[in-house]
């Protein structure tokens, strides 16, 4: 896929962090690069927790989320599959943003599959 095309399927996965908290997301910006430091990454949150910050601390750079498309497309069998797989890691990199460790993001996003099948049921 053109990196460009990527690059909007990423902008698009947005959609996939509810409304109350994307006013929350200050200071992060989103990358995409090709491939991950490390074999196994999908994305990476690099940056301080907001959970961890405190409204004294001085301005800052920006924290920041790197999605890996390499590893995204080896990973779909077709471009539905590839805009899943991308808003699901979207959504797991914000959470750590949000201050959860991996645990908590697990159960989260288990808690997200249950209530997206029950509204697929519906």
Not at 7 to 15: F, I, K
Not at 23 to 42: A, H, S
Not at 72 to 96: G, K
Request: charged share 35%.
């Amino acid at each position: 896929m053109d990196p460009r095309d990527f690059d909007r399927l990423v902008d698009d996965a947005m959609r996939v962090i509810p409304p109350r908290f994307r006013p929350r997301l200050r200071n992060l910006v989103f990358v995409v690069e090709p491939e991950p430091p490390r074999p196994g990454l999908l994305g990476l949150y690099e940056g301080r927790p907001l959970t961890l910050r405190s409204s004294f601390e001085p301005v800052a750079f920006p924290d920041r989320i790197t999605i890996f498309q390499g590893p995204h497309e080896r990973m779909a069998r077709n471009e539905a599959e590839l805009r899943q797989l991308v808003e699901e890691t979207v959504w797991h990199e914000v959470a750590h943003y949000f201050g959860l460790d991996e645990q908590q993001v697990q159960r989260a996003e288990r808690a997200r599959a249950r209530a997206f099948a029950r509204r697929r049921r519906l």
